[in-house]
């Protein structure tokens, strides 16, 4: 269990992670609300909750890219000015996070299924040198549709990368529609667990849910993947749980009220 402290602290990252996400969208007119939405508080914890600075973070669902950036703003990675740029003609911070335009960011993703692949090259790496770096791989669950994620999945078992965390978003929505519908991936936990994984579930919007699996990761004897139960569009209930957040484009007037309902979530999630 998380100190008060320490988890109010990573809920007002959490918080100034999505107002700046949100205002990037606003003034770009485009993005993946939803998305980013539904993983803000899994990137919050990883940086802030969990990860040393020599350990790398890759966001395979690369959509999101948003979230990304901003959570390198609030670390200080990124600055203001830099953020002003996204979407716009000659920024590196583009729709999709860039190859090697930005620290912390060494590798291009979005193209779905790549980035589970690049964390095992980055885990076989660190085990190799013995350097005691961690990879953190956030992982859309419509990605679990690319072959090349069950492919990667198998490298991680077989090479025993205990260094790797992967985070699965399971917000059960995808670009076109649910994902059971598009694709079945029930039971997801025992496919993962036939691959060998060690398999945790969270609430992916609950940090001290999150605390317990980095307490689960210092006695794991297999790599881990978390399955993190998710809503997509979180905090914005007009559009939590609904495909429509994925490709919405945020006009004015819902910038003000999903600002007013994630302040609001803010406050009531607070411990006093």
């Known amino acids: 269990m998380l100190q008060k402290e320490k988890h109010n602290d990573l809920l007002q990252k959490a918080l100034n992670i999505k107002k700046r996400f949100l205002q990037m969208y606003q003034a770009a007119n485009a993005g993946h609300i939803g998305s980013s939405l539904s993983c803000a508080e899994i990137l919050t914890f990883i940086r802030f909750g969990w990860m040393n600075e020599t350990d790398e973070i ?16 609030e670390d200080g990675t990124l600055s203001q000015s830099d953020i002003e740029t996204y979407y716009k003609n000659n920024t590196y911070l583009a729709a999709h996070p860039p190859a090697g335009k930005i620290k912390r960011i060494p590798f291009a993703t979005g193209s779905l299924g790549h980035g589970l692949s690049i964390a095992a090259g980055l885990g076989l790496a ?9 990879v953190f791989c956030v992982c859309s669950d419509g990605e679990l549709n690319e072959g090349s994620t069950w492919e990667a999945a198998l490298f991680i078992v077989h090479q025993k990368l205990k260094n790797i965390v992967w ?9 076109f529609g649910r994902t059971e519908d598009v694709m ?3 039971p997801l936990a025992d496919k993962l667990k036939a691959f060998g994984f060690e398999v945790l579930e969270a609430d992916g919007h609950d940090f001290n849910s999150f605390e317990k699996v980095k307490d689960s990761f210092n006695e794991a004897t ?12 979180r905090s ?18 819902m910038f003000d009220s999903i600002n007013a309902e994630i302040e ?5 999630t607070l411990i006093k």
């Not at 985070?167 to 929505?173: C, G, H, P, T």
């Open 184 to 186: 079945q991936m029930e």
């Open 167 to 175: 985070f699965i978003d399971r917000n059960k929505l995808q670009g």
């Open 236 to 253: 914005w209930k007009q559009f939590e749980d609904k495909l429509d957040s994925h490709y919405l484009p945020m006009k004015d007037n």
């Open 58 to 73: 890759i966001l395979s669902k690369g959509h999101a890219a948003a979230s990304l950036y901003s959570l390198l703003a």
């Open 222 to 233: 297999k790599p881990i993947a978390v399955i993190c139960n998710t809503i997509k569009g």
């Open 264 to 268: 609001l979530h803010y406050q009531q």
């Open 126 to 134: 660190s085990k190799l040198k013995k350097n005691g770096k961690k």
